[in-house]
Structures are given as structure tokens and as C-alpha cells.
């Protein structure tokens, strides 16, 4: 048994407290104040985790140790500490943690998306933090979820998901503690190959600005089973081919469909295109576009996905234009700079070559 503290009380982290819970992990919800009424229906500290069984993960009534929106409470001893939340308030959190995160606390982005990493350590640094010396990240939430009244109900577990550490030398004992409580986890090299392998940036962004006029009017459409086209899919081929290309400058990365293949198929999905694999995959076969373009498919996903990416294939001398383009159309349709609101190294104030990069994030860290 390990103690847990799962940092987030939406979809993901419910999911992540409640099957740790039932795994027999000794697990401590902890929200935000500010957050503090996504705990009122988590009455007596219990989460119901409904799980189809195709998951494989049992389902049932989790019994948490605690739910608390006290840092000094929750960190105050040694833990495993699961962040997540989404990109665009990790920062928040490391400020609201940095007091009280120590040396002995193992720090876990679910996921980091694109630099989440590197970000959080900076801003660790920034709350005068230097205890905690390295932070690990994944490449996407672990579970497809979605909140319920006092639980959560997940479809889809992400078998082999990527984990990693920045920096990546000195990190084998985060990762080797994060993968006794997962072990369903893969390490990666670096937190470049688990920022680059979310598939929901390649996704849910050609999706939803190739669909921008339905979201918007907030029609009650199908995502995947609907709104997803050929056309779309092919875009999201594009996005992808431009991402692979850093494959040839050292970052390990697969494609996109050998990535959901190897989880989703499983559990039911077919094809050898992404368009194929992405409309056969039962789990999504009820997942319905968002009905706003203030969603985290383009808050979330443009900027700490797309932005960063954009940034990255830059600074390695290789083609962007198709990031660039979705970037602009969300930026142009939705009234917001994205690039300028983006994760970026430029933006953190890194003025890093590729190969400078390889060598933060595989020895040196910031």
C-alpha cells in the first residue's frame, strides 16, 4: 500500500482517487479552496467509480482516507502526488503546493501536455521551492471519464500510457515509485515523448474548428460517430506528419494511430487510419462535440498543445504550417491570441536550441 494524494477533484482526478482507493492505495483527495464545491457531493469521503468492464479496472464504492482543501494537511507526509488537473491551472497549483511540497513527495502531471514538466518546475522555483528536484509527467489522463453526482463513470484505460521525468537523468527511482502504484505505465526517455504522444491535441483540435459553427450554435451532435469526417482525419494525419518529424531529430515518438491502437484495441477499435480507428472505438461511440468553443478542446488543447509543438518543430528547423494554421483559424474565430497566451519556451523566457533542449531535458533540467 502507498499513500496517494490525487490533486483535482473533476473527472480525472475522481477517477484516479477512486481506483487507487480500491487498488488499496491509502488515498487523500485534495482541491483547491478556490475549487472547494467540486467536493460537495464526495460526502464522508466516498467516490463511486462506475467501470465498463472492457477497462479492466473494478468498479465499486471507494472509501478515501481524506478530502481536503489543506495543503499542510494532505502533503505532510512522505506520497506519491498525482496532479490533475488541466494545463491551464497547473501553474496555480504549483504555487498552491510549492510550501508544502518536500523531498520526499514523487510529483506526477496527469498529464504534463507539451513543456507541463518543465513549467511546473519553474514555477516550484519561482514559490522558492528546491526540494523537490524532479517532476514526472504522462502523456494523458489514464482514464476516458466523466463526472458523475458523488463518482465518476470511466469507459477507457490507457494500458501502456507514457511516463517520464524531468529531468530525465536522476528520475528513476519517481518513476520506478509512480509504476509500483500504476504498473500499467511505460517509461519514456523524456518529457518531450510524453508531451508529444497526447493524442487529445491532435484530436480534439481539427475536430472542433473544422466543426467551429456547430459548437458554437451548440448543437447537440455526436463527436466521433458524427461530427468526425475523412476530411477531418486527414488533417489530423497532416498535424501528425509535422509532429513525426522530430523523430528524425532525436525524440522517440510514434504515430498517432500506433498510439490508440495499442490502447483502444483492446477494448474494441479497428482500422489502420486514424479515421478508421477513431469511428470504430466503442468508447467514443456516445462522446458528443462540445456545444461551446470555450472549451478545453481549444482553451486547453491549442494552447498548451499546439502552441508549444509549433514552437518546438521551430526551434528544430522543421515545418509547423499546419499547426500554425489551426492555431491561427482558433485564434481568428474565438477573439483570443493564443500564441501570445500559449505555453512556450519563449514565453518561460528559455531561449533554447534544439539540441539544447534534448540536453535540458534529458541531463541538465533548468
Known amino acids: 500500500m502507498s499513500n496517494v494524494v490525487v490533486v483535482g477533484a473533476g473527472a480525472g482526478g475522481r477517477a484516479v482517487a477512486a481506483d487507487l482507493s480500491l487498488q488499496g492505495h491509502r488515498v487523500t483527495l485534495l482541491q483547491a479552496p478556490s475549487h472547494s464545491g467540486s467536493l460537495d457531493d464526495l460526502r464522508g469521503g466516498k467516490i463511486l467509480l462506475e467501470s465498463l468492464p472492457s477497462c479492466g479496472r473494478p468498479g465499486g464504492q471507494a472509501q478515501l482516507h481524506l478530502v481536503t482543501v489543506d495543503p499542510s494537511e494532505a502533503l505532510k507526509g512522505p506520497a506519491a502526488v498525482f496532479v490533475v488537473v488541466p494545463s491551464y491551472a497547473q501553474s496555480d497549483v504549483a504555487d498552491f503546493l510549492a510550501p508544502h511540497l518536500r523531498e520526499f513527495h514523487q510529483v506526477c502531471l496527469m498529464p504534463g501536455n507539451l513543456l507541463g514538466a518543465v ?181 486547453e488543447d491549442v494552447p498548451f498543445g499546439l502552441v508549444p509543438a509549433a514552437d518546438l518543430l521551430n526551434r528544430f528547423g522543421l515545418p509547423n504550417a499546419v499547426h500554425l494554421s489551426l492555431i491561427t483559424l482558433a485564434s481568428l474565430a474565438s477573439g483570443t491570441d493564443f500564441q501570445a497566451a500559449g505555453r512556450s519556451l519563449r514565453g518561460m523566457g528559455y531561449n533554447w536550441s534544439g539540441e539544447e533542449i534534448l540536453d535540458r531535458v534529458r541531463r541538465r533540467g533548468l
Do not use: C
Open 119 to 299: 513549467a511546473f518546475v519553474r514555477q516550484l522555483r519561482a514559490g522558492g521551492n528546491d526540494a523537490v528536484t524532479h517532476v514526472a509527467e504522462t502523456d494523458s489522463m489514464i482514464f476516458t471519464a466523466s463526472r458523475t453526482a458523488g463518482g465518476v463513470s470511466v469507459r477507457g484505460f490507457k494500458d501502456g500510457m507514457g511516463v517520464a521525468a524531468f529531468p530525465a537523468e536522476g528520475g528513476e527511482e519517481l518513476l520506478k515509485s509512480l509504476r509500483a502504484i500504476y504498473p500499467a505505465l511505460t517509461v519514456s526517455p523524456t518529457v518531450l515523448e510524453t508531451g508529444l504522444s497526447n493524442p487529445n491535441v491532435l484530436i480534439h483540435v481539427p475536430l472542433t474548428v473544422l466543426n467551429w459553427a456547430n459548437a458554437e450554435r451548440g448543437l447537440d451532435m455526436l463527436s466521433y460517430y458524427g461530427a468526425f469526417t475523412p476530411g477531418i482525419g486527414r488533417v489530423i494525419e497532416a498535424l501528425d506528419g509535422e509532429r513525426m518529424a522530430l523523430a528524425s531529430r532525436g525524440v522517440a515518438i510514434r504515430p498517432v494511430v500506433s498510439l490508440l491502437g495499442d490502447w483502444y484495441r483492446k477494448q474494441g477499435a479497428s482500422g489502420s487510419s486514424i479515421f478508421q480507428l477513431i469511428s470504430t472505438n466503442p468508447l467514443y461511440k456516445n462522446s458528443k462535440l462540445p456545444k461551446s468553443t470555450n472549451h478545453r478542446y481549444i482553451i
